[in-house]
């Protein structure tokens, strides 16, 4: 009798060890940009070991890196498991590569225990999913699922100054044993592994989030415009300032929304002033909303009450407004089938779990519009991620990855 696949642990630990070594930071954590010397290391290094065991590698024309195990009818769509490798300029060890590190380690389980599935089972590890070097993010899985060009994105420029398709060219060409394929095949199912990116799990001390669904999002740009006056001569009754009234507007959002909706969230998270000098009234006040809610209604809703606060504000303060809207990512459902097949994995298990819908996207919600999706998560310490502190507990990872094997197995069985 075959043995029952097993997820090796310490084998898992080393692995993410390994990876975090490429892009080290003095602080602990990784700085491995996407289509960087770094993250074509990464996938030198995942695409080793994957030849090492005998596994298929394959690349499409976005970079998305594909590592699969045969199963025994090739013709059905394969099980896609697995996460991303490239990080935040600071960023921290485990986000995206725990996923897909944590989806190899269940590649190698089912090898070592000579396990055969009927379906195929793919690790894939997604280009680009942070968006710090080239926006936007989720470039990879947004190309799979057809809502993103390549085409379009070849002439764009990084942060660094560097040409996306320069980069991209770069490499593919760093794997040339890896096979290529179209972007975008048909999957059965998708399941990532995630940290959580918040503080729930860990306050409550559950070890699984099952993630039911992922928050829509919105960004607007606002812009204030008055006339640049001097700040000792000008009286109250000829001042047009933007600052107050962007002011005004900000402090009344942050009072209304978030109280009124424990799921809402609203953060302005930059903010520019011309002249910018601390002895001239602003001539102009731009900064940024991003607004998020499970709902897409609600979101809506939420959008409508910015919209308004900041058109009144601009009245009562004698400016202008100009508002556009950056960003608009409608929310996500998962997969009710898949979450459940979680949930008894857990129960199998004698895992406690608790259902969550993500605050942040993931290359998840994308995939989700063409294949049955869901994601786990695990906790991570004081929610910090996108961070160098970000940590993961090594019973939580153990735990995490076995959950997955266990879902994967049961997804083999479906047919």
Not at 58 to 69: S, T
Not at 331 to 343: C, E, H
């Amino acid at each position: 009798m075959k043995p029952y696949p097993k997820i090796n642990a310490q084998r898992l630990l080393q692995r993410i060890a390994d990876f975090a070594a490429i892009g080290a930071t003095p602080a602990g954590g990784v700085n491995r940009q996407a289509l960087s010397a770094e993250d074509r290391a990464a996938r030198r290094l995942l695409a080793e070991l994957a030849v090492a065991r005998g596994f298929g590698i394959h690349q499409d024309a976005i970079a998305n890196l594909f590592i699969r195990r045969e199963g025994s009818n090739p013709s059905l769509p394969p099980i896609l498991i697995g996460s991303h490798l490239d990080s935040q300029p600071t960023g921290g060890r485990f986000d995206g590569a725990l996923g897909t590190l944590s989806a190899f380690e269940v590649l190698e389980a089912l090898e070592d225990a000579g396990v055969v599935t009927e379906r195929s089972v793919e690790v894939v590890s997604w280009t680009n999913e942070e968006g710090s070097r080239f926006s936007p993010g989720c470039m990879g899985s947004t190309a799979f699922v057809g809502a993103g060009d390549v085409r379009r994105w070849q002439d764009m420029h990084g942060a660094d100054g560097a040409k996306l398709g320069d980069e991209l060219a770069a490499t593919l060409n760093a794997l040339p044993e890896a096979g290529t394929q179209p972007i975008g095949h048909s999957v059965s199912a998708f399941v990532e592994v995630h940290i959580e990116q918040g503080p729930v799990l860990e306050r409550t001390g559950v070890p699984i989030g099952i993630v039911t669904g992922v928050q829509g999002t919105k960004w607007l740009e606002i812009s204030f415009i008055g006339e640049a006056a001097h700040a000792g001569t000008t009286p109250l009754e000829f001042r047009k300032d933007p600052m107050a009234a962007a002011a005004a507007a900000i402090a009344h959002l942050q009072l209304v929304v978030m109280p009124a909706d424990p799921m809402a969230r609203l953060t302005v998270g930059r903010m520019t002033v011309e002249p910018s000098s601390v002895n001239v009234i602003p001539s102009r006040v731009t900064f940024t909303v991003d607004i998020r809610h499970p709902q897409e209604d609600v979101l809506s809703s939420i959008e409508a009450q910015v919209d308004a606060e900041c058109r009144a504000s601009a009245e009562r303060h004698m400016v202008d407004v100009r508002i556009a809207k950056r960003f608009d990512l409608a929310p996500g459902q998962f997969d009710l089938a898949i979450v459940d097949m979680i949930d008894n994995a857990c129960r199998m298990l004698g895992v406690s779990n608790m259902k969550l819908v993500s605050g942040a996207f993931h290359d998840a919600l994308f995939v989700s519009r063409v294949a049955p999706t869901a994601m786990i998560f695990v906790p991570c310490r004081d929610g910090i991620s996108h961070n160098e502190a970000e940590f993961v507990a090594a019973e939580n990872i153990e735990i995490g990855a076995t959950v997955l094997l266990e879902t994967t197995l049961a997804l083999s069985k479906e047919q």
